[in-house]
């Protein structure tokens, strides 16, 4: 018996439509941009009056809150996998990390561009992603902080193409979290 898409833990408490809403947005968002990612232009795209969305989602924080929440979900999977089959936790969650951005360019723009509404976030899914990085770093907080820091901005360069073109991306990486090793 087949019973539909599965729905994400993180938006177990949301309806039917909610979630067609929600699932639709992440999409117009990966093929269009942020700019397309208005209620107005979601509306159209589901054939409904951007003021309906509101019945089913408060506003588009919450909107944006719940992708996220699906994106936090996802890398905990991800990540966890990840770990799971390295002997090298901190360079495997670096590079399922950059395989989530550079699939999902838009959604990892939304997910760490602005300030984060944790306040919308569903429950505990930030900590989930997060925790298969701290427990890499044997529980270092701050040493979790730098590696993510140093992962995120060399994603985000490599997203804004900022590196000249024959820049060896894979040996900067690698670079880079060899330089972290010595701190674990």
Excluded at 2 to 9: A, I, K, N, S
Excluded at 99 to 126: I, K
């Amino acid at each position: 018996m087949h019973r539909g898409p599965t729905v994400p833990q993180a938006l177990s408490g949301l309806g039917p439509r909610a979630l067609q809403i929600v699932r639709t947005a992440r999409e117009l968002l990966e093929r269009e941009g942020p700019d397309a990612l208005s209620m107005r232009r979601l509306g159209a795209e589901l054939g409904m009056r951007a003021s309906s969305i509101y019945e089913h989602l408060r506003d588009k924080p919450a909107l944006e809150a719940a992708m996220i929440s699906v994106g936090f979900e996802e890398q905990a999977a991800l990540f966890a996998e990840a770990v799971h089959r390295s002997d090298d936790p901190v360079a495997a969650l670096a590079g399922a990390y950059r395989d989530f951005a550079r699939r999902q360019p838009n959604l990892y723009r939304l997910m760490t561009e602005r300030p984060l509404r944790r306040d919308l976030l569903a429950p505990g899914v930030e900590e989930a992603a997060a925790r298969p990085l701290l427990d890499a770093t044997g529980g270092n907080v701050e040493l979790a902080r730098a590696v993510w820091a140093f992962a995120h901005g060399m994603i985000i360069l490599e997203l804004n193409q900022r590196f000249p073109p024959h820049a060896d991306l894979d040996a900067a990486w690698r670079t880079g979290l060899e330089a972290f090793r010595g701190t674990r």
